[in-house]
């Protein structure tokens, strides 16, 4: 049995405005999706249906052959990394990744939050405290904790979005090795064209009013990443020509939103 992903016929209303319109997806078990899109086109509030922080107006959400589209967020074998990292100041980062097992009523937590640190390379300050932290090393603490809960799935909302251009880098390089490591179903949203092609083997371009998906892409550079830098792919002309096609796509919907507006 796998775990995969199924979005049937999701539609999101905010009274009369059609945030999501009838969409259907498929994310397979262990693959890495991405969204993008310009404001306003459904991609967070797709993202928070997942999550269960909305409930969708009609459709189902399927996490293998678990319906959860009613299901509480904390029952959700699904967990959220934020822009805001969300790291706890007043705890130790070993107790931060530690959060959510000792919630759950696991006793026994040592070797589990050990490993995940070690996996993001920050086993060496297990002991500091957030605030001593670089956003890079803090956004690797998040991601440790998600890890270390075992969800089926992961979502990343916007995760890199406030770092700087060179740890942004580094970070984009540490996900893919984590997603290949660990086996996980990935989705990430992101305002970042560049981003979104170096992430996701799957690309979903979304259009708004109402939100829906726009274009689909398979793409090949997240697997590239994993063996050549991410600096070399970004020069090559499939990156490129897929970019340019992309910003051009966003850039008309932009224009159709002002011209309506």
């Given at each position: 049995?796998?775990?995969d992903?199924?979005?049937?016929?999701?539609?999101?209303r905010?009274?009369?405005?059609?945030?999501?319109?009838?969409?259907?997806?498929?994310?397979p078990?262990?693959?890495?999706?991405?969204l993008?899109?310009?404001?306003?086109?459904?991609?967070?509030?797709?993202?928070?249906?997942?999550?269960?922080?909305?409930?969708?107006?009609e459709?189902?959400?399927?996490?293998?052959?678990?319906?959860?589209?009613?299901?509480?967020?904390?029952?959700?074998?699904?967990?959220?990394?934020?822009q805001?990292?969300?790291?706890?100041?007043?705890?130790?980062?070993?107790?931060?990744?530690?959060?959510?097992?000792?919630?759950?009523?696991?006793?026994?937590?040592?070797?589990?939050v050990?490993?995940?640190?070690?996996?993001?390379?920050?086993a060496d300050?297990?002991?500091?405290?957030?605030?001593?932290?670089?956003?890079?090393?803090?956004q690797?603490?998040?991601?440790?904790?998600?890890?270390?809960?075992?969800?089926?799935?992961?979502?990343?909302?916007?995760?890199?979005?406030a770092?700087?251009?060179l740890?942004?880098?580094?970070?984009?390089?540490?996900?893919?090795?984590?997603?290949?490591?660990?086996?996980?179903?990935?989705?990430?949203?992101?305002?970042?064209?560049?981003?979104?092609?170096?992430?996701?083997?799957?690309l979903?371009?979304?259009?708004?009013?109402?939100?829906?998906?726009?274009?689909?892409?398979?793409?090949?550079?997240?697997?590239?990443?994993?063996?050549?830098?991410?600096?070399?792919?970004?020069?090559?002309s499939?990156?490129?020509?897929?970019?340019?096609?992309?910003?051009?796509?966003?850039?008309?919907?932009?224009?159709?939103?002002?011209?309506?507006?």
């Open positions: 049995m796998t775990d992903l199924v979005l049937a016929g999701v539609t999101k905010f009274a009369t405005f059609t945030a999501v319109d009838d969409l259907d997806l498929v994310v078990q262990g693959s890495f999706f991405a993008l899109g310009p404001s306003g086109c459904g991609k967070t509030t797709t993202l928070r249906m997942v999550a269960g922080l909305e409930e969708p107006t459709g189902a959400i399927s996490l293998g052959e678990q319906d959860i589209t009613r299901l509480k967020p904390y029952k959700r074998p699904v967990n959220t990394v934020f805001s990292y969300a790291l706890f100041p007043h705890l130790t980062i070993a107790d931060n990744v530690a959060f959510g097992l000792r919630r759950r009523g696991r006793k026994q937590v040592a070797d589990d050990r490993r995940m640190l070690e996996l993001v390379e920050l300050l297990a002991g500091g405290r957030p605030a001593q932290l670089s956003g890079g090393q803090q690797r603490v998040a991601l440790a904790r998600c890890l270390v809960n075992d969800p089926s799935l992961i979502l990343m909302d916007e995760p890199l979005g770092l700087d251009a740890t942004r880098e580094k970070m984009q390089s540490l996900i893919l090795e984590l997603w290949k490591k660990t086996g996980k179903t990935i989705i990430v949203i992101t305002h970042s064209v560049e981003e979104a092609l170096l992430l996701g083997e799957r979903f371009v979304m259009a708004p009013r109402p939100g829906r998906i726009h274009r689909e892409y398979n793409l090949p550079f997240a697997e590239m990443g994993l063996t050549r830098s991410l600096r070399e792919i970004k020069q090559t499939e990156f490129s020509s897929i970019r340019e096609e992309i910003l051009s796509m966003i850039w008309d919907m932009e224009e159709e939103i002002m011209g309506h507006g």
